[in-house]
């Protein structure tokens, strides 16, 4: 999820996120902010101690248009996805963030990083998507994931449908 310090999209505090994930049962909870491990320490120090664990991650935009999520799989996991971050920052102006696949692709090592990619109904009929998640799947091969959203807009059973074909090509 969100937190906080992904300004303008997301609510609650680290800390409120993991406290309500512990009080709910959650075997783990992702703290994902967009280009960012910003909510990650605070989550991690309101978890410590409980059976929650924490999945550190960070949501990233990339100029082509897909949406990836990034979950570090371990401690190298996480130094690779910091040193993209830093990447993409010193890429664009302040307070913005610019990746290309090519970073992530050339960045991100397979084994310890896993990928979900989000595409949206629009993304799905693009011409080209097929390309990204074939590249996706032999780059990142058991630990890329297809995620779906639905929205209740009206596209949701035609974006399932869509995204159950591309899985299964």
């Known amino acids: 999820c969100l937190s906080s310090f992904s300004f ?3 609510a609650s505090q680290p800390q409120e996120l993991a406290a309500r994930a512990v009080e709910l049962g959650y075997a783990a909870l992702a703290i994902t902010d967009e280009c960012s491990m910003a909510g990650v320490v605070r989550a991690h120090t309101a978890l410590r101690g409980t059976p929650t ?4 991650g960070s949501e990233l935009r990339l100029s082509e248009g897909p949406l990836l999520v990034a979950l570090a799989n371990d401690r190298s996991g996480y130094g690779s996805l910091c040193r993209l971050i ?3 920052r010193r890429q664009a102006p302040k307070g913005e963030y610019r990746l290309s696949s090519a970073d992530i692709f050339e ?5 310890h990083v896993s990928l979900l990619w989000a595409p949206t109904w629009s993304e799905l009929q693009q ?7 074939t590249r996706l799947q032999n780059q990142y091969a058991g630990s890329v994931w297809l995620a779906v959203e639905l929205l ?3 596209t949701e059973r035609r974006h399932l449908q869509a995204a159950t074909a591309l899985s299964a090509r």
């Open 127 to 133: 011409e080209g998507s097929d390309t990204f998640a």
């Open 53 to 56: 664990r924490l999945i550190v």
């Open 107 to 111: 960045r991100l090592e397979p084994s």
């Open 86 to 88: 830093t990447r993409a």
């Open 152 to 154: 209740r807009d009206g």
């Open 8 to 10: 303008l999209r997301g």
